[in-house]
């Protein structure tokens, strides 16, 4: 004799509304996000459109919104002024970007792993000094730190701005994370086949830790181009300024010429948002892929 299971009464409009709340839920974030994506871009996009304005126009109540008279001598005058040498302010911000990603990348890297995978004396006291340092504000550091430069000469130095930014609490707290994920039989692999910790560091570890690398490496070059705060307290001569210090600066000098403003912000901002632009893929890869595949 067999039995045939009777269904629970109610079950199938359960699942009916389970399906239908995810579905309404769907729709209203992809509606939110439709909302939210042009009230978002229209700060850039007109800071784009007055940039190709006159200054009559962009100081026109009520405000018009594409240019009626299109140029591009607002641009022509910024690359051709004698006092804004773009260029070199464009290397400072390269240079001091490029070098704090290489040394952050590096370091964050090694003492992340050393803090996961090896044991030695005051790890654990170490490790808690790193988780404390993200708690302290800047600004209490930032009068000691400036003492420091001008002991060591490096005010007005682009080299002011990276030393205290080679080592990173919170690029070491990130690989610690990642390289907690990494098997141990990976590196005893390595080690039966006579390979040095350095040669297990530099030809196994690092290769698993691309994504979390690349996303450090992107927050860092946005973080180091957009400094305004310590660069403009240690860089006080004009042609070692970084371009936000400058901006500033051309912002002060150009009072009453918002279309000028606007081009040299466009001509700042660029960079940074073509980075983040290509390589955004990598931040969201970096937060939630594990260190090993």
Not at 81 to 100: D, E, G, Q
Not at 159 to 180: H, P
Not at 196 to 205: A, L, N, T, Y
Request: charged share 10%; proline share 6%; glycine share 6%.
């Amino acid at each position: 004799m067999t039995t045939q299971a009777i269904p629970q009464a109610g079950s199938a409009p359960r699942k009916g509304y389970r399906r239908g709340g995810k579905l309404a839920g769907r729709s209203l974030a992809y509606l939110i996000l439709t909302i939210g994506l042009p009230l978002t871009l229209l700060p850039f996009l007109m800071m784009i459109l007055t940039s190709f304005k006159t200054n009559t126009e962009a100081l026109r109540v009520p405000p018009t919104f594409w240019p009626q008279h299109f140029t591009v001598e607002n641009y022509l005058k910024i690359l051709n002024n004698p006092k804004l040498p773009l260029l070199r302010f464009y290397a400072n911000s390269t240079f001091v970007a490029a070098f704090n990603v290489t040394t952050t990348l590096f370091t964050s890297a090694l003492v992340g792993y050393l803090l996961a995978k090896f044991e030695f004396p005051l790890k654990r006291i170490l490790f808690g000094w790193y988780l404390l340092s993200m708690m302290i504000p800047f600004q209490i550091t930032m009068i000691p730190s400036y003492l420091i430069l001008a002991k060591l000469g490096l005010i007005n130095s682009l080299w002011g701005l990276v030393i205290f930014s080679a080592v990173d609490a919170f690029g070491i707290f990130m690989m610690r994370q990642f390289c907690e994920t990494l098997p141990g039989e990976l590196l005893d692999a390595g080690r039966i086949d006579g390979a040095s910790e350095w040669q297990i560091f530099f030809r196994i570890v690092l290769p698993q830790l691309k994504p979390a690398l690349a996303t450090l490496g992107i927050l860092v070059f946005m973080n180091n181009w957009n400094a305004y705060l310590w660069p403009m307290i240690v860089l006080q001569k004009i042609e070692v300024r970084t371009l936000p210090v400058i901006l500033t600066w051309f912002n002060s000098t150009y009072t009453g010429q918002p279309a000028l403003i606007m081009a040299a912000t466009v001509l700042i901002v660029t960079p940074i948002l073509l980075v983040f632009v290509n390589f955004q893929r990598w931040i969201v890869q970096g937060f939630t892929f594990s260190g090993f595949k």
